[in-house]
T-cell receptor
Framework: AQSVTQLGSHVSVSEGALVLLRCNYS??????LFWYVQYPNQGLQLLLK??????LVKGINGFEAEFKKSETSFHLTKPSAHMSDAAEYFC????????????FGTGTKLQVIP | GAVVSQHPSRVICKSGTSVKIECRSL??????MFWYRQFPKQSLMLMAT?????????EQGVEKDKFLINHASLTLSTLTVTSAHPEDSSFYIC?????????????FGPGTRLTVL
């Protein structure tokens, strides 16, 4: 079984400031990890994913995340926030190996202040 | 990337009626599709896994007779909310696995907002 915890349901940053959205996971085997973004009344769009290999993963729109096994974390960062980054962000986890069910976190709403 | 569409985007119906929501993979064949429900300001809750040509697998607590799923082709899955009631009002999102891509990566439709009066 696996689970994911997102710390902070709301995060506010100033435009141009660092974005840090936290995600911790629990998995009995090596996990696959994902970050999705959701704009109001829309579906989810994949930002980035970690499966194997390099632990620092770069995604779209300047986001990146680092898989830290020792800390069971997969925090999402972006050096400089843009107004268009305001959205809901979901961290997700699945077991590795073949097709597995994906479990989503409760989401973090990012507000960007001009 | 792979594209998934949903129809309708919004639907308002009277209590007791049935509503059908379609999920289509537009540029790939999806043997597996998923149906999620999302309540306001909450995460996605997996309702069922839809497999082409076989019965859907429902999550615990989801009424299969209430939420009928049909995956009759490799590009179409439908969710029918039968005898809808106000508590069924929610945002329903489907997703599909593209077998050409990374395992477990799902592509999401834009969602359907259901309001039951």
């Amino acid at each position: 079984a696996q689970s994911v915890t997102q710390l902070g349901s709301h995060v506010s940053v100033s435009e141009g400031a660092l974005v840090l959205l936290r995600c911790n996971y629990s998995s009995s085997v090596p996990p696959y990890l994902f970050w999705y973004v959701q704009y109001p009344n829309q579906g989810l769009q994949l930002l980035l994913k970690y499966t194997t290999g390099a632990t620092l993963v770069k995604g779209i729109n300047g986001f990146e995340a680092e898989f830290k096994k020792s800390e069971t974390s997969f925090h999402l960062t972006k050096p400089s926030a843009h107004m268009s980054d305001a959205a809901e962000y979901f961290c997700a986890v699945s077991l590795s190996g073949g097709y597995q069910k994906v479990t989503f976190g409760t989401g973090t709403k990012l507000q960007v202040i001009p | 990337g792979a594209v998934v569409s949903q129809h309708p985007s919004r639907v308002i119906c009277k209590s007791g009626t049935s509503v059908k929501i379609e999920c289509r993979s537009l540029d790939f064949q999806a043997t597996t599709m998923f149906w999620y429900r999302q309540f306001p300001k909450q995460s996605l809750m997996l309702m069922a896994t839809s497999n082409e040509g076989s019965k859907a697998t429902y999550e615990q607590g989801v009424e299969k007779d209430k939420f009928l799923i049909n995956h009759a082709s490799l590009t179409l899955s439908t969710l029918t909310v039968t005898s809808a009631h106000p508590e069924d009002s929610s945002f329903y999102i489907c997703s599909a696995r593209d077998p050409r891509g990374s395992v477990n990566e799902q592509f999401f439709g834009p969602g359907t907002r259901l309001t039951v009066l």
